[in-house]
T-cell receptor, first 110, second 113 residues
Framework: SQQGEEDPQALSIQEGENATMNCSYK?????LQWYRQNSGRGLVHLIL?????REKHSGRLRVTLDTSKKSSSLLITASRAADTASYFC??????????FGSGTKLNVKP | DAGITQSPRHKVTETGTPVTLRCHQT?????MYWYRQDPGHGLRLIHY???????DKGEVSDGYSVSRSKTEDFLLTLESATSSQTSVYFC????????????FGPGTRLLVL
């Protein structure tokens, strides 16, 4: 399947530092989305990057996409304790199906 | 939260009993999805629907069936629950079109004893 695989599985940083998470996938995609999940809650959409885009920004988030390497990265700048959550990438192969990985669990220490 | 609810939110049942989970939306979105989330596996797609009475299988559909008789409701049924189906179940909705966002419900915690 087109499952996204996030790396690292867990990341612990101090407040104010940047956090970088990576995602790899297997086949061609139309776009790739990043989601966030607070403990015990449903996922919330963060940002989408299309296959013809290389970089996208939204507030403190920066997403890159390298289709030649089939990889994406999510950078959270100036992290806050409230950013503590799990982050998932979801490669979209067609209009209907999304395949989420196991996520990166981010812990931002105050 | 986008107008999406799940019921029940918590359920404990015994092996071999049938269980039905309900997902209800008020957004009139075309697509609806059922996922399960287990430690170490992330979210895995069980079934999805692309319209009333139109459904398709995901990657872990064995042991599950779905029905969608109205736009707003998507039901997930475990015909005969097993302990391996203990999980957190999430419903998601999505408008038609490439690149559209999925909106997730709050989840249902199911424990099969």
């Amino acid at each position: 399947s087109q499952q996204g695989e996030e790396d690292p599985q867990a990341l612990s940083i101090q407040e104010g530092e940047n956090a970088t998470m990576n995602c790899s996938y297997k086949t061609s995609i139309n776009n790739l989305q990043w989601y966030r999940q607070n403990s015990g809650r449903g996922l919330v959409h963060l940002i989408l990057i299309r296959s013809n885009e290389r970089e996208k920004h939204s507030g403190r988030l920066r997403v890159t996409l390298d289709t030649s390497k089939k990889s994406s990265s999510l950078l959270i700048t100036a992290s806050r304790a409230a950013d503590t959550a799990s982050y998932f990438c979801a490669p979209e192969e067609n209009f209907n199906k999304f395949y989420f990985g196991s996520g990166t669990k981010l812990n931002v220490k105050p | 939260d986008a107008g999406i609810t799940q019921s029940p939110r918590h359920k404990v049942t015994e092996t071999g009993t049938p269980v039905t989970l309900r997902c209800h939306q008020t957004e009139n979105h075309r697509y609806m999805y059922w996922y399960r989330q287990d430690p170490g596996h992330g979210l895995r797609l069980i079934h999805y629907s692309y319209g009333v009475k139109d459904t398709d299988k995901g990657e872990v559909s064995d042991g599950y069936s779905v029905s969608r008789s109205k736009t707003e409701d998507f039901l997930l049924t475990l015909e005969s629950a097993t302990s391996s189906q203990t999980s957190v179940y999430f419903c998601a909705i999505r408008e038609a079109g490439e690149g559209e966002t999925q909106y997730f419900g709050p989840g249902t915690r199911l424990l099969v004893l």
